[in-house]
């Protein structure tokens, strides 16, 4: 049997996009490890990508296309399928219009060819399209706001930083390339602070630990602010580089530091304490994706570039602020930007296709998502999809969405794709590139819509080899190292369109180059709990949070298994025991579960993991009702008060 040793880029929604080293025998995956190579990957990978092999070989994987038949799901030939697509298309167009079809693609895949679905119905409409964001839809706006864009200084700069605030970050979950570089600021020096609600792996990379209230930064930020305001140590040229300095002056001001820290339920000193450490910078923020995902997720992030620029810490090495690293930035798009005749929120997604009249939405096609699973208010998302009448899934993997859809497409998994990557976390580009061939009667996105674009008429749908997409997209930095042939010589390429530092001449992206302070403060949101009853816990906080095994709602491995648990602080079900059967009741439904006594925990939240199964009942977003965020329409999943009732 030959051994070969093939490389690959990780596609998944994951922001250290790794480099992979496969180890494949007689055609199989026998190991996947990090490449050793590549910077920022240092030769390992996370748990739930070493063990995608089992998930890739199980009975979730497609692999032939499907067609709905009597009501069932049933195997079918590519052309079968691509001509009842293309039927369908074409009859709903000239019948309600473009607006009647919405073409909703996520994350499931990072790769930058996935752009070509868009331009598909770019092109054959423009039709409906989704707007926001629920990933990180209110961070981004709120960076965008304040400094023009959302973008990261070099990884490695951490170096030079004397602090950094994971703030809302559990990187030792979700973005484990991070923690190497976080152990070695350390080691050169640097104090780490991790400011969580909840107790998680990440604790022990901290030198200190801040478990505030459930939503409660903004308070938390203010409090800062009000001291750095108070004991003069807002720095110098902060004046000159931000505007609405006297109105934000005035908003940490309506509060004492105690009363600050009162409100964040956290200890006064804490507060001084952070706010020493932002005037004794460099002091880099490291903001997270879970605090956003609240209803004032927008604000809290605006207050964090506010800290950052108060404190003399935006402009210089070892600062910043960083949110997210714009992945796209090198790449040069497919097509231009259309305004789509309609559009459907993405938080808001089930209720909007529900809603949408004149033209009904009567064709919904997800590429590369699992709404049904992921988006909040799943109930009416899964009502939604039912209730449409021509339903097409692309997807490696038989979903929750997928089961509910007229047609399924089989497309390659990670270790089967052909494509070209940035990342969310750092600044190198690569190329991903199968290590093993795709199953026979899987294939790829990119040919499925030019093979669907000749069956609809569509001649200005590009029609060229994958190679030479990739060579479009990669117009702008072939010049600059980074062509395709540089890529494969060299593996990962830093971006040559990313400089060291986001903002080296004291000025930000803004229309006046200024920063734009946060200039109000919402209260916190009165939020409903449902309603007490015999044995009931008082209401918590559900956190449906990151876990090593899976991503999203793709497990790795054995999966969730039977039953979904929850972990609570003991107090905070009074004779509930470890172990019991419960449910967890929000104003929007309820759910099965078991309870994990965690006593690490505050005792006012109750932890899920994300990405349970709808169909299984371990959703936790069959629970979650569907708001909107202050900005950029991202989703407040974390807004949402749950009671624990014994079963
Ligand atoms: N293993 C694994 N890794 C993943 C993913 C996965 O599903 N599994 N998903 C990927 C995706 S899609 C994304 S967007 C990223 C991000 O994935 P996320 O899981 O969203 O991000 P994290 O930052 O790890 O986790 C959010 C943190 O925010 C905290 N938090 C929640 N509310 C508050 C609050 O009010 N205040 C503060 N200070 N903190 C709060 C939570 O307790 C948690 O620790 O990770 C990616 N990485
Ligand atoms: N309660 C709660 N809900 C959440 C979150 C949370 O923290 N709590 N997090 C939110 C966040 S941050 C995100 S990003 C979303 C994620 O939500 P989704 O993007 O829906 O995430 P997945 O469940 O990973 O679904 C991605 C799908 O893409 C498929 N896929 C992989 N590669 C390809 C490909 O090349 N082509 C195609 N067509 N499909 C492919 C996978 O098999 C998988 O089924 O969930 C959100 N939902
Ligand atoms: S999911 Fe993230 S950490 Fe895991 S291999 Fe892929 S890029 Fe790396
Ligand atoms: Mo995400």
Not at 265 to 275: K, M, S
Request: neutral net charge; glycine residues 8%.
């Amino acid at each position: 049997m030959t051994t070969q040793i093939l490389h690959t880029t990780c596609n998944r929604d994951c922001p250290d996009a790794c480099g992979i080293r496969a180890v494949v025998e007689g055609g199989k995956v026998t190991q996947l490890t990090g490449q050793k190579e590549h910077p920022v990957t240092k030769g390992f990978l996370c748990y739930r990508t070493s063990h995608f092999p089992e998930l890739a070989d199980s009975a979730q994987r497609l692999r032939q296309p499907l067609v709905r038949k009597d009501g069932v799901l049933q195997p079918t030939s590519w052309d079968e399928a691509l001509a009842l697509i293309a039927q369908r298309l074409l009859q709903i167009r000239a019948e309600s219009g473009p607006a009647a079809i919405f073409h909703y693609r996520s994350g499931g895949s990072l790769g930058i060819l996935k752009h070509l679905t868009d331009l598909f119905f770019d092109q054959f409409g423009p039709c409906t399209a989704k707007v926001g964001d629920i990933c990180s839809g209110a961070g981004e706006a709120a960076q965008q706001a304040d400094l023009g864009v959302s973008d990261s200084n070099d990884l490695f700069d951490l170096l030079h930083s004397k602090h950094i605030v994971l703030w809302g970050k559990n990187p030792a979950v979700s973005n484990t390339h991070l923690v190497p570089v976080l152990r070695d600021a350390k080691q050169a020096g640097a104090q780490v602070v991790l400011i969580d609600p909840i107790h998680h792996k990440s604790a022990g990379l901290a030198d200190e630990r801040l478990a505030l209230a459930p939503g409660r930064d903004l308070e938390l930020a203010l409090g800062v602010a009000r001291c750095l305001f108070d004991d003069g140590k807002v720095a110098a040229d902060a004046a000159a580089a931000c505007d609405g300095v006297a109105a934000f002056q005035q908003l940490a001001a309506a509060r004492s530091v105690a009363e600050w820290a009162t409100l964040a339920d956290v200890p006064e000193a804490a507060v001084r304490a952070l706010a020493a450490r932002f005037a004794d910078g460099p002091t880099a923020i490291l903001v997270g994706w879970g605090m956003q995902r609240r209803q004032r997720g927008g604000a809290i992030v605006r207050a964090l570039d506010a800290l950052c620029a108060l404190s003399g810490n935006l402009f210089r090495s070892g600062g910043g602020v960083s949110f997210y690293f714009r992945r796209r930035k090198a790449f040069q798009p497919f097509g231009p930007k259309v305004t789509p005749p309609r559009v459907v929120r993405e938080p808001l997604l089930g209720h909007d296709l529900l809603a949408a009249r004149d033209p009904q939405i009567r064709c919904l096609w997800v590429t590369a998502g699992n709404p049904v699973a992921m988006l909040p208010d799943a109930t009416t998302v899964a009502r939604a999809i039912e209730q449409t009448e021509f339903v097409v899934v692309a997807d490696c993997l038989l979903t929750d969405t997928a089961r509910r859809a007229h047609v399924v497409l089989p497309v390659p998994t990670l270790l089967e794709d052909s494509d070209l990557l940035g990342a969310y976390g750092h600044h190198w580009l690569a190329e991903s590139r199968p290590v093993v061939p795709m199953p026979p009667e899987v294939r790829h996105e990119v040919t499925i819509f030019q093979d669907l674009a000749k069956r609809v008429g569509l001649a200005s749908f590009p029609q060229d080899p994958i190679d030479q997409l990739k060579r479009h997209a990669l117009a702008f930095v072939a010049g600059q190292g980074a062509g395709l042939e540089s890529l494969r010589k060299h593996g990962a390429v830093r971006s040559p369109v990313a400089d060291e530092l986001l903002f080296p001449h004291g000025r930000v992206l803004t229309a006046t180059g200024r920063v734009q302070l946060l200039d109000r403060a919402p209260p916190p949101p009165d939020l409903p709990a449902p309603p007490a009853r015999a044995g009931a816990s008082a209401p918590l906080w559900l956190f449906s949070n990151s876990t090593e095994k899976s991503q999203a709602s793709q497990w790795a491995g054995k999966g969730l298994g039977e039953r979904l648990w929850v972990a609570v602080h003991p107090d905070a079900v009074p004779g509930i025991a470890d172990g019991a059967r419960v449910r967890i009741e929000s104003v929007a439904g309820s759910l099965a579960a078991e309870v994990r006594h965690d006593p690490a925990q505050r005792r006012d939240v109750a932890i899920v993991p994300k990405g349970g199964h709808f169909d299984r009942g371990q959703s936790a977003n069959a629970i979650i009702p569907a708001v909107a965020t202050d900005l950029g329409l991202g989703a407040a999943y974390l807004d949402c008060l749950v009671r624990i009732v014994p079963e």
